[in-house]
């Protein structure tokens, strides 16, 4: 079992930053893939940015290429997801994933995710 925590959501202006972070409990070691999916109100939750453990390649929704930013931190068995020029559009529940296979954009692909961080972009 692997349980995942996420922080640092909160309430920002348009055009501000924020950095989630999600801890994972285990080390995430090998064909592990940690992403980032987000849920507004009244919509499905939809993917946002993934990254692949092993060598740090990372995938992007089309709607946040450019503006977010996700890493990884093998020591601490952290992701980061690093949001900036933030739009109202991005308020929304954050959740953070992650699967044992080499996965990418699908939900599918991931087996365990974190209770979400709320993050609201006010205009």
């Known amino acids: 079992q692997v349980q995942l925590v996420e922080s640092g959501g909160g309430l920002v202006q348009a055009g501000g930053s924020l950095r989630l972070s999600c801890a994972a409990s285990?080390?995430?070691?090998?064909?592990?893939?940690r992403g980032w999916f987000r849920q507004a109100p009244g919509k499905e939750r939809e993917f946002v940015a993934a990254?692949?453990?092993?060598?740090?390649?990372?995938y992007y929704a089309d709607s946040v290429k450019g503006r977010f930013t996700i890493s990884r931190d093998n020591a601490k068995n952290t992701t980061y997801l690093q949001m900036s020029s933030l739009k109202p559009e991005d308020t929304a529940v954050y959740s953070c994933?992650?699967?044992?296979?080499?996965?990418?954009?699908?939900?599918?692909?991931?087996?365990?995710w974190g209770q979400g961080t709320q993050v609201i972009v006010s205009s």
């Open positions: 285990v080390r995430t070691v090998g064909p592990w893939t």
């Open positions: 994933a992650a699967g044992g296979r080499l996965g990418g954009s699908s939900e599918s692909a991931y087996d365990y």
């Open positions: 990254i692949r453990w092993q060598d740090g390649s990372t």
